[in-house]
Protein backbone atom coordinates (compact mmCIF):
# COMPACT_ATOMS: atom_id res chain seq x y z
CA UNK A 1 0.00 0.00 0.00
CA UNK A 2 2.94 2.21 0.60
CA UNK A 3 3.67 2.55 -3.07
CA UNK A 4 0.02 2.62 -4.03
CA UNK A 5 -0.20 5.97 -1.94
CA UNK A 6 3.32 6.93 -3.19
CA UNK A 7 2.03 7.08 -6.94
CA UNK A 8 -1.40 8.45 -5.93
CA UNK A 9 0.41 11.33 -4.24
CA UNK A 10 2.69 11.67 -7.05
CA UNK A 11 0.11 11.70 -9.86
CA UNK A 12 -2.28 14.35 -7.95
CA UNK A 13 0.73 16.69 -7.45
CA UNK A 14 1.76 16.49 -11.50
CA UNK A 15 -1.98 17.46 -12.41
CA UNK A 16 -2.47 20.67 -9.71
CA UNK A 17 1.70 21.75 -10.96
CA UNK A 18 0.00 21.73 -14.93
CA UNK A 19 -3.13 22.80 -13.80
CA UNK A 20 -1.42 25.75 -12.48
CA UNK A 21 0.75 26.14 -15.22
CA UNK A 22 -1.84 26.18 -17.85
CA UNK A 23 -4.13 28.81 -15.85
CA UNK A 24 -1.29 31.33 -15.90
CA UNK A 25 -0.79 31.23 -19.64
CA UNK A 26 -3.40 33.57 -20.67
CA UNK A 27 -1.85 35.84 -18.38
CA UNK A 28 1.78 35.69 -19.71
CA UNK A 29 2.24 39.05 -22.66
CA UNK A 30 5.54 37.22 -23.56
CA UNK A 31 5.23 35.30 -26.12
CA UNK A 32 8.63 33.52 -25.09
CA UNK A 33 7.20 32.85 -21.83
CA UNK A 34 3.95 31.65 -22.96
CA UNK A 35 5.80 29.10 -25.02
CA UNK A 36 8.01 27.98 -22.44
CA UNK A 37 5.33 27.23 -20.13
CA UNK A 38 3.36 25.55 -22.64
CA UNK A 39 6.58 23.27 -23.47
CA UNK A 40 6.96 22.67 -19.69
CA UNK A 41 3.63 21.50 -19.37
CA UNK A 42 3.69 19.46 -22.31
CA UNK A 43 6.77 17.75 -20.52
CA UNK A 44 4.70 17.74 -17.45
CA UNK A 45 1.74 16.04 -19.09
CA UNK A 46 4.71 13.17 -20.36
CA UNK A 47 5.45 12.87 -16.84
CA UNK A 48 2.72 12.58 -15.73
CA UNK A 49 1.63 9.48 -18.16
CA UNK A 50 4.40 7.59 -17.20
CA UNK A 51 3.36 8.05 -13.37
CA UNK A 52 0.06 6.98 -14.22
CA UNK A 53 1.33 3.66 -16.02
CA UNK A 54 3.06 3.45 -12.31
CA UNK A 55 -0.15 3.80 -10.84
CA UNK A 56 -1.96 1.22 -12.75
CA UNK A 57 0.61 -1.54 -12.45
CA UNK A 58 0.42 -0.92 -8.58
CA UNK A 59 -3.35 -1.11 -8.62
CA UNK A 60 -3.50 -4.51 -10.15
CA UNK A 61 -1.44 -5.96 -7.23
CA UNK A 62 -3.55 -5.48 -4.68
CA UNK A 63 -5.92 -8.49 -3.53
CA UNK A 64 -8.77 -6.67 -1.42
CA UNK A 65 -11.38 -6.19 -4.81
CA UNK A 66 -13.09 -3.18 -2.28
CA UNK A 67 -9.82 -1.34 -2.34
CA UNK A 68 -8.79 -2.41 -6.05
CA UNK A 69 -12.01 -1.12 -7.09
CA UNK A 70 -11.78 2.34 -5.16
CA UNK A 71 -8.47 3.02 -6.51
CA UNK A 72 -8.93 1.75 -10.27
CA UNK A 73 -11.83 4.54 -9.90
CA UNK A 74 -9.84 7.31 -8.76
CA UNK A 75 -7.23 6.50 -11.37
CA UNK A 76 -9.91 6.84 -13.89
CA UNK A 77 -11.26 10.17 -12.67
CA UNK A 78 -7.37 10.95 -12.83
CA UNK A 79 -6.78 10.04 -16.39
CA UNK A 80 -10.11 12.15 -17.18
CA UNK A 81 -8.25 15.10 -15.62
CA UNK A 82 -4.79 14.77 -18.01
CA UNK A 83 -7.36 14.27 -20.97
CA UNK A 84 -8.97 17.55 -19.90
CA UNK A 85 -6.14 18.96 -19.28
CA UNK A 86 -4.29 17.70 -22.55
CA UNK A 87 -6.92 19.40 -24.54
CA UNK A 88 -6.70 22.48 -22.86
CA UNK A 89 -2.60 22.67 -23.79
CA UNK A 90 -3.60 21.66 -27.22
CA UNK A 91 -6.01 24.46 -27.94
CA UNK A 92 -3.71 27.05 -25.85
CA UNK A 93 -1.01 26.09 -28.55
CA UNK A 94 -3.28 26.01 -31.32
CA UNK A 95 -4.24 29.15 -30.39
CA UNK A 96 -0.74 30.65 -30.30
CA UNK A 97 0.07 29.10 -33.62
CA UNK A 98 -3.00 30.99 -35.20
CA UNK A 99 -1.87 34.04 -33.62
CA UNK A 100 1.40 33.76 -35.05
CA UNK A 101 -0.07 33.42 -38.47
CA UNK A 102 -1.99 36.12 -38.03
CA UNK A 103 1.30 38.30 -37.19
CA UNK A 104 3.37 36.66 -40.14
CA UNK A 105 0.30 36.94 -42.83
CA UNK A 106 -0.03 40.70 -41.86
CA UNK A 107 3.62 41.16 -42.79
CA UNK A 108 4.00 43.73 -45.36
CA UNK A 109 6.43 44.68 -48.32
CA UNK A 110 7.73 48.16 -48.84
CA UNK A 111 5.79 51.10 -47.52
CA UNK A 112 3.75 49.24 -45.34
CA UNK A 113 1.78 47.17 -47.87
CA UNK A 114 1.13 43.70 -47.99
CA UNK A 115 3.08 41.45 -49.97
CA UNK A 116 0.23 38.23 -50.69
CA UNK A 117 2.98 36.07 -51.70
CA UNK A 118 5.28 36.34 -48.66
CA UNK A 119 2.04 36.39 -46.27
CA UNK A 120 1.09 33.52 -48.28
CA UNK A 121 4.28 31.48 -48.30
CA UNK A 122 4.65 32.50 -44.43
CA UNK A 123 1.65 31.21 -43.72
CA UNK A 124 2.80 27.88 -45.57
CA UNK A 125 5.62 27.73 -43.65
CA UNK A 126 3.36 28.04 -40.23
CA UNK A 127 0.78 25.65 -41.42
CA UNK A 128 4.31 23.15 -41.98
CA UNK A 129 5.61 23.32 -38.76
CA UNK A 130 2.41 23.03 -37.01
CA UNK A 131 1.55 20.36 -38.77
CA UNK A 132 5.68 18.93 -38.12
CA UNK A 133 4.45 19.35 -34.23
CA UNK A 134 1.31 17.62 -34.79
CA UNK A 135 3.05 14.64 -36.33
CA UNK A 136 5.77 14.94 -33.81
CA UNK A 137 3.09 14.37 -31.09
CA UNK A 138 1.28 11.74 -32.68
CA UNK A 139 4.56 9.66 -32.69
CA UNK A 140 5.05 10.13 -29.20
CA UNK A 141 1.73 8.99 -28.49
CA UNK A 142 1.94 5.85 -31.30
CA UNK A 143 5.65 4.82 -29.06
CA UNK A 144 3.38 5.43 -25.58
CA UNK A 145 0.96 3.20 -27.07
CA UNK A 146 3.52 0.55 -28.22
CA UNK A 147 5.15 0.65 -24.56
CA UNK A 148 2.28 0.36 -23.11
CA UNK A 149 1.27 -2.93 -25.06
CA UNK A 150 4.71 -4.06 -24.00
CA UNK A 151 4.11 -3.66 -20.32
CA UNK A 152 0.85 -5.63 -21.16
CA UNK A 153 2.65 -8.55 -22.70
CA UNK A 154 5.04 -8.32 -20.00
CA UNK A 155 2.38 -8.74 -17.27
CA UNK A 156 0.59 -11.58 -19.15
CA UNK A 157 3.54 -13.44 -19.47
CA UNK A 158 4.38 -12.94 -15.99
CA UNK A 159 0.74 -13.77 -15.06
CA UNK A 160 0.96 -16.84 -16.91
CA UNK A 161 4.19 -17.70 -15.67
CA UNK A 162 2.90 -17.43 -11.86
CA UNK A 163 -0.43 -19.82 -13.19
CA UNK A 164 2.51 -22.48 -14.11
CA UNK A 165 4.40 -22.48 -10.72
CA UNK A 166 0.67 -22.42 -9.11
CA UNK A 167 -0.17 -25.83 -11.31
CA UNK A 168 3.05 -27.33 -10.44
CA UNK A 169 2.55 -26.56 -6.85
CA UNK A 170 -1.15 -28.46 -7.05
CA UNK A 171 0.67 -31.32 -8.78
CA UNK A 172 3.48 -31.61 -6.11
CA UNK A 173 0.54 -31.56 -3.34
CA UNK A 174 -1.17 -34.25 -4.82
CA UNK A 175 1.80 -36.50 -4.95
CA UNK A 176 2.71 -35.97 -1.80
CA UNK A 177 -0.61 -36.76 -0.29
CA UNK A 178 -0.61 -39.95 -2.51
CA UNK A 179 2.56 -40.76 -1.24
CA UNK A 180 1.38 -40.00 2.39
CA UNK A 181 -2.09 -42.53 1.62
CA UNK A 182 0.27 -44.92 0.65
CA UNK A 183 2.59 -44.59 3.81
CA UNK A 184 -0.21 -45.35 6.14
CA UNK A 185 -1.45 -48.46 4.28
CA UNK A 186 1.88 -49.84 4.78
CA UNK A 187 2.63 -48.78 8.19
CA UNK A 188 -1.17 -50.65 8.67
CA UNK A 189 0.33 -53.28 6.81
CA UNK A 190 3.36 -53.62 8.78
CA UNK A 191 1.51 -53.34 12.05
CA UNK A 192 -0.95 -56.45 11.36
CA UNK A 193 2.24 -58.66 10.33
CA UNK A 194 3.48 -57.48 13.56
CA UNK A 195 0.50 -58.81 15.31
CA UNK A 196 0.71 -62.05 13.66
CA UNK A 197 4.59 -62.78 14.21
CA UNK A 198 3.35 -62.35 18.27
CA UNK A 199 1.17 -64.86 17.77
CA UNK A 200 3.16 -66.89 16.38
CA UNK A 201 5.59 -66.63 18.90
CA UNK A 202 3.40 -66.86 21.57
CA UNK A 203 2.30 -70.12 19.81
CA UNK A 204 5.93 -71.52 19.82
CA UNK A 205 6.32 -70.82 23.45
CA UNK A 206 3.12 -72.76 24.07
CA UNK A 207 4.43 -75.98 22.56
CA UNK A 208 7.80 -75.24 24.40
CA UNK A 209 6.22 -75.14 27.63
CA UNK A 210 4.10 -78.74 26.31
CA UNK A 211 6.94 -80.31 25.71
CA UNK A 212 8.51 -79.30 28.76
CA UNK A 213 5.49 -80.80 30.33
CA UNK A 214 5.96 -84.08 28.34
CA UNK A 215 9.25 -84.49 29.47
CA UNK A 216 8.93 -83.92 33.10
CA UNK A 217 5.83 -86.36 32.69
CA UNK A 218 7.81 -89.46 31.04
CA UNK A 219 10.82 -88.70 33.82
CA UNK A 220 7.99 -89.08 36.16
CA UNK A 221 6.30 -92.35 35.12
CA UNK A 222 9.85 -93.73 34.28
CA UNK A 223 10.55 -93.43 38.09
CA UNK A 224 7.46 -95.37 38.73
CA UNK A 225 8.76 -98.68 36.85
CA UNK A 226 11.78 -98.99 38.60
CA UNK A 227 12.46 -101.56 41.73
CA UNK A 228 10.47 -100.69 44.89
CA UNK A 229 13.89 -102.07 46.77
CA UNK A 230 15.96 -99.20 45.21
CA UNK A 231 16.55 -96.56 47.89
CA UNK A 232 14.09 -93.59 46.74
CA UNK A 233 15.99 -90.07 45.17
CA UNK A 234 14.52 -87.38 47.00
CA UNK A 235 14.00 -85.50 43.59
CA UNK A 236 11.85 -88.20 42.17
CA UNK A 237 9.79 -88.55 45.09
CA UNK A 238 9.38 -84.88 45.02
CA UNK A 239 8.46 -84.89 41.56
CA UNK A 240 5.87 -87.83 42.77
CA UNK A 241 4.92 -85.60 45.76
CA UNK A 242 5.79 -88.51 48.19
CA UNK A 243 8.34 -86.25 50.09
CA UNK A 244 6.42 -87.36 52.92
Do not use: H
Not at 26 to 38: H, I, T, Y
Amino acid sequence: MTDIQYWEDTLTEEIEAIQNILDGVPSLSDPLERASAMEEADDRLRGAAGTKRSFKMEIRLVQDINERRRLEGTLQTMDQELRTLKADLKALQADENRGELFVAGGAGGEDGEQDPTMAGSNMLAEAAALQDKTQDSLSNTKNMIAASKEVGVATLEELQRQREVINNIDRETDRLDDNLARAEALMKQFGKRMAGDKFIQCFALLNCCLLCGVVIWAIMKKGDILPTDEPANPVRRMLRGEWW
